[in-house]
């Protein structure tokens, strides 16, 4: 495969229709570059476009989203902002960061009639990391590759489907990218800066990149860092730039940034949360693969072509091969090398493998391949290629989009198959232009084809699989049936954290007899029971009360997380039946599995 190639002068004649949107998209491009302050505002509502669809409608996920916002809801319920808890397990994983940036994104939301049950205030730090990210890297790269070039890496960047995801998540890595940019891109600058008079302000942002991104996910970001200087020192013998990095200074102020918590958690835990974060979690997932998330070497390589899509047009063999031969030659290049190359191996050696372990390599991939879409793509010949390879992984979106769609009986499937065909038809139109060579055409396709995807997918059509969102069907069920009384619920044989958040800290997730134990002494005014435990929960019922359990319904749905097709059962206690608010609802109906097309097809048991 070769590099998609930038715009050639084109023959006179040349009067096509991608001809002539080619020329417009690079007379806007360029316009764009030049007007900073236009830059930033186009990249600032390209990001809106891509990350915003879907980030209130998409239900909270299981399992990594619902417990970083349930331990956020906690700290705001509790004004404990130091220890942190999911219900009254320690959570210790991670260190304080992300909690204190939902926390105040959650309270600034609730001035705007937010509640704490809200999942999308709990998203926006994540959106404002990925949008952070994205002008990071047009501002590290503007001083470095120029602006045009600048432009296109934070356009590629903004496009990629990993960070779009974690845009639109509750957890860190959104945020942490944020943090990685500025210490990454300050860190950059400062190995090309000539004058250390004048790096002061350069130096101050990377500690303080480093000291956040700490915060966040501890290791991650120094580990990164030092890494990229590392190799660099080892292939440039140029050591001078590093008294750009204000050291006598600049340790002080990473420490006066970490140190408070890390002292207050220390003393508060008693040393537990350096134990379970450093010695069970870090270490664990370097020495195996930590909750059956273990991946053979190459994991990231193939995920890439799909986890870096649309943007990955602009990333193939030819760019590589130019680039590797650039590195002895070019500064520029060499950083983005130490940067991509030492991580990306790191990580595949790793046994925990997680998509989002390689996004703090997209940026740099971003930069690199606009870098070589300026520099070197008219060397190259025609990437016919990865124009298919591109429409091939758009094809099998669009599919796929539609066929889960179709077999969940999705309400909005027209909406989702209209916005689909529009995607279909830029998707043609993209890989049309790059198969021409009219890659400022492609570039607009890419980012279009991305807002129209992200759309569809998040906005449209997996909000709409309900059956996948088993724990948002049974929080609807429990709120209908409130009139059954005060306490909390019950659940048993079934324990995503999301239902935790849904349905209230006091939710009692536990075994199927401890759910059996809360109902019968009253500690539970619901019990949703896993079907295929039934008869243990009937039987600790009985010996608990003598009597049997009164049935209002059932809740179906598909358990991803390893559990696959579940029935829950929702069980009240017998005199309930006296409550006239306490009576069978729509969301509690068991529908018959021939009346159930996804039932159907996977012949589900119940």
């Not at 299981?62 to 220890?83: I, N, P, S, Y």
């Not at 020192?233 to 340790?251: A, C, E, M, S």
């Not at 994991?299 to 063999?317: E, K, R």
């Amino acid at each position: 495969m070769e590099a998609i190639t930038v715009s050639v002068p084109r023959a006179h004649g040349d009067t096509s229709r991608l001809a002539a949107v080619d020329v417009a998209v690079a007379k806007g491009l360029r316009a764009l570059a030049y007007r900073p302050y236009a830059a930033v505002l186009g990249l600032a509502l390209l990001c809106a476009l891509l990350f915003l669809p879907g980030i209130a409608s998409l239900p909270v996920t299981d399992r990594d989203e619902a417990r970083f916002a349930q331990a956020t809801k906690q700290m705001l319920e509790t004004g404990d902002f130091v220890d942190i808890h999911f219900q009254q397990e320690t959570r210790y994983k991670k260190p304080v960061g992300i909690y204190w940036l939902q926390s105040a994104a959650v309270t600034a939301a609730e001035s705007a009639g937010a509640t704490l049950s809200d999942i999308w205030a709990y998203r926006i730090p994540s959106f404002l990391g990925a949008l952070g990210a994205v002008l990071l890297t047009f501002w590290a790269a503007r001083g470095i590759f120029g602006r045009e070039t600048a432009l296109v890496a934070a356009t590629l960047f903004a496009t990629c489907l990993t960070l779009s995801f974690e845009a639109r998540i509750a957890k860190s890595d959104a945020a942490l990218i944020a943090a990685i940019m500025l210490a990454q891109g300050a860190l950059f600058r400062l190995y090309m800066a000539g004058d250390p008079a004048r790096t002061r302000g350069l130096a101050a942002l990377f500690w303080i990149g480093l000291g956040v991104g700490i915060l966040i996910k501890g290791p991650v970001a120094p580990g990164l860092s030092f890494i990229t200087a590392a190799v660099v020192l080892i292939l440039d013998r140029r050591r001078t730039w590093l008294r750009n990095l204000h050291w006598k200074w600049g340790v002080p102020l990473l420490l006066l940034l970490t140190l408070p918590w890390f002292i207050a958690i220390g003393v508060s835990s008693g040393g537990a949360f350096f134990k379970t974060s450093l010695g069970q979690d870090f270490a664990g997932k370097l020495a195996s693969g930590q909750e059956k998330h273990w991946g053979p070497p190459g994991f990231y390589f193939l995920a890439f072509w799909w986890t870096f899509w649309p943007a990955v047009l602009f990333v193939t063999g030819g760019a590589i091969a130019w680039l590797w031969r650039q590195r002895r030659v070019s500064r520029r290049v060499l950083f983005l090398l130490a940067w991509i190359v030492p991580w990306w191996l790191i990580i595949e050696v790793i046994p925990t493998k997680l998509p989002h372990y390689a996004l703090p390599l997209y940026p740099a991939i971003a930069l690199a391949a606009a870098f070589a879409f300026r520099e070197a793509a008219q060397g190259l010949s025609r990437a016919r290629l990865s124009a298919v390879l591109w429409a091939t992984l758009a094809t099998a979106q669009i599919v796929l989009l539609l066929g889960l769609s179709w077999i969940a009986e999705a309400p909005a499937f027209p909406l989702l198959a209209a916005v689909l065909v529009a995607l279909a038809a830029v998707s043609a139109f993209t890989a049309a232009s790059a198969w021409g060579r009219y890659s400022r055409a492609a570039l607009a396709g890419a980012v279009v084809s991305a807002a129209l995807f992200y759309t569809a997918a998040f906005r449209v059509g997996l909000p709409g699989l309900e059956p996948i969102w088993i724990t948002r069907s049974a929080a609807a069920a429990a709120e209908k049936l409130r009139g059954c009384g005060d306490a909390p619920v019950a659940f048993g044989g079934i324990s995503e954290p999301s239902l935790v958040f849904m349905n209230g800290t006091r939710t009692i997730l536990g075994s199927v007899p401890g759910s059996a134990e809360a109902l019968g002494s009253g500690a539970a005014r619901l019990a949703f029971v896993n079907g295929s435990r039934l008869e243990m929960f009937e039987k600790a019922f009985e010996e608990k009360t003598g009597a049997a359990p009164r049935v209002l319904g059932c809740v179906d749905g598909i358990n991803i997380n390893g559990r696959g097709p579940t029935r829950l059962v929702v069980f009240a206690r017998p005199g309930t039946a006296a409550l006239p608010a306490c009576v069978p609802v729509p969301e509690t109906e068991c529908r018959d599995k021939q009346a159930v097309r996804w039932r159907r097809l996977f012949d589900t048991k119940f």
